[in-house]
């Protein structure tokens, strides 16, 4: 602990040293024991009793984000003014430019809290537009980006009338709400599935991953399902054509219950290693090259039908509710 005790001769000045304890002396200098007795003192610790109150000062809007500083008074100590403001007393030193030696005193105003800067303003988003391609529609465009036909007809000026062009940019309005612009747009079916049609496509696509079949192998079974039975599990059919794919018990296929048996119906239509028919009937992954294959190709080398073109009506559609449901 350093302490300062007046010269021999010359003019006694109020002066204190900054370390952790540093004191502001009194215009009259103690003696040596004099200060060894106030540190001791609990009642003088770093506020005497008697000594006026501190001034404190807010620079600023408000006290949270503002700079504050405080006067100060006989007996203060930096270390005991950092205590009082709840901050430490290097970072007081700092914003003073003291150092733990330096001297202050009474009256003198100290800087205990920096104001804090307002964060800056973010930066406006950057307007969001399209640029028109060959095929374009506005209310396609409206669906991609999540926004309403009208909303984008009135940031650009167009009527319900108005014809775009190829190359033409549009402005696209903010969606309403986050959650409006995060989250994608139901997807409009061409041709929409009732309940237990979904429920069928549902377990199409579901065993198409299981068996990791592509995508495109899934909307082929999903083509061939709505062709044969409009996805539904039939009871009946042409001759003996049962169940989903209106597969035939007198060609190998299955069992009457067998092929009404969802499951059963959609596994012995993909075949391959886990084809529970085993090599007695030939499924999709067991056609050499059936991903080269056309659509409806592809599902007539599998269902040997008399209308092989039919299957290929429903290409655009199987892919909707493999997007929709899959």
């Known amino acids: 602990m350093r302490h300062l005790t007046a010269p021999t001769r010359g003019p006694a000045l109020p002066l204190a040293v900054v370390g952790s304890l540093a004191v502001v002396l009194p215009a009259a200098p103690p003696s040596h024991a004099d200060t060894l007795r106030t540190h001791a003192s609990p009642k003088s610790a770093s506020h005497p009793v008697d000594a006026p109150p501190a001034a404190v000062s807010v620079i600023g809007r408000a006290a949270t984000d503002a700079e504050t500083r405080h006067t100060v008074v006989a007996g203060d100590t930096v270390s005991g003014i950092a205590s009082r403001f709840g901050v430490r007393t290097e970072d007081v030193l700092a914003l003073n430019g003291l150092a733990w030696d330096s001297v202050i005193h009474p009256g003198q105003e100290l800087v205990v809290r920096a104001a804090t800067a307002p964060p800056p303003a973010p930066e406006p988003a950057p307007a969001a537009s399209h640029t028109v391609v060959a095929g374009d529609t506005i209310s396609g465009i409206a669906g991609?980006?999540?926004?309403?036909?009208?909303?984008?007809?009135?940031?650009?000026?167009?009527?319900?009338?108005?014809?775009?062009?190829?190359?033409?940019?549009?402005?696209?309005?903010?969606?309403?709400?986050?959650?409006?612009?995060?989250?994608?747009?139901?997807?409009?079916l061409s041709v929409p599935l009732d309940d237990k049609q979904s429920t069928h496509a549902r377990h199409i696509i579901a065993v198409g991953r299981e068996l990791?079949?592509?995508?495109?192998?899934?909307a082929i079974a999903l083509g061939a399902a709505m062709q044969e039975s409009w996805i539904r599990n039939l009871d009946w059919g042409d001759r003996d054509s049962l169940g989903l794919f209106q597969q035939r018990p007198s060609t190998g296929w299955g069992t009457e219950a067998q092929l009404r048996t969802p499951d059963h119906a959609i596994r012995v239509f993909y075949g391959g290693p886990a084809d529970p028919n085993g090599s007695a009937t030939r499924g999709l992954l067991d056609i050499p090259g059936w991903e080269q294959m056309s659509f409806a190709d592809a599902a007539q080398a599998v269902q040997i039908s008399a209308y092989p073109d039919r299957y290929g009506a429903w290409e655009h559609a199987a892919y909707e509710w493999l997007a929709a449901l899959g």
Do not use: F, K, M
């Not at 709400?177 to 994608?184: I, K, L, N, Q, S």
């Not at 990791?212 to 899934?218: A, C, K, Q, T």
């Open 144 to 188: 991609r980006h999540g926004v309403s036909v009208e909303s984008i007809l009135a940031a650009n000026g167009l009527q319900w009338s108005s014809i775009i062009y190829p190359g033409q940019t549009l402005a696209l309005p903010s969606a309403a709400t986050p959650a409006a612009a995060t989250t994608p747009a139901p997807i409009a």
């Open 212 to 218: 990791g079949v592509p995508d495109r192998g899934i």
